[in-house]
Nanobody, 123 residues
Framework: VPLVESGGGSVQAGGSLKLSCAAS????????MAWFRQVPGKEREAVAS???????NYAESVKGRFTISKDNIKGTLYLQMNMLKPEDSAMYYC??????????????????RGQGTRVTVSS
């Protein structure tokens, strides 16, 4: 399942970025998808997930600032990130599973992953 992230970059604190994850080759509309992030030296953490039915979950640290969404026609997953903070700086990955509901948000439960896009937030 090819997943290709884009949209990362450098932004000042308080700014916004919108990440995209283009997917192909599978039934995009019928599976759970998620965003993870990783800072060097730290474990990868789940940021947000969205089931095929539209149920979303967010890490406490991003609630109210980040929004996960999908465009099933375009086959693209998005992560709108507002009010960015320096601690949001990380490599961001999209990931998916073959089920419609989302498993526990652990990296090893999502076998299909992209290569990541880097987000840098300066203070």
């Amino acid at each position: 399942v090819p997943l290709v992230e884009s949209g990362g970059g450098s932004v000042q604190a308080g700014g916004s970025l919108k990440l995209s994850c283009a997917a192909s080759g599978y039934t995009f509309s019928k599976v759970c998808m998620a965003w993870f992030r990783q800072v060097p030296g730290k474990e990868r953490e789940a940021v947000a997930s969205r089931s095929s039915g539209g149920t979303t979950n967010y890490a406490e640290s991003v609630k109210g600032r980040f929004t996960i969404s999908k465009d099933n026609i375009k086959g693209t997953l998005y992560l709108q990130m507002n009010m960015l903070k320096p601690e949001d700086s990380a490599m961001y990955y999209c990931a998916t599973v073959s089920t419609s509901t989302c498993p526990d948000l652990e990296w090893n439960r999502f076998p299909f992953r992209g290569q990541g896009t880097r987000v840098t937030v300066s203070s």
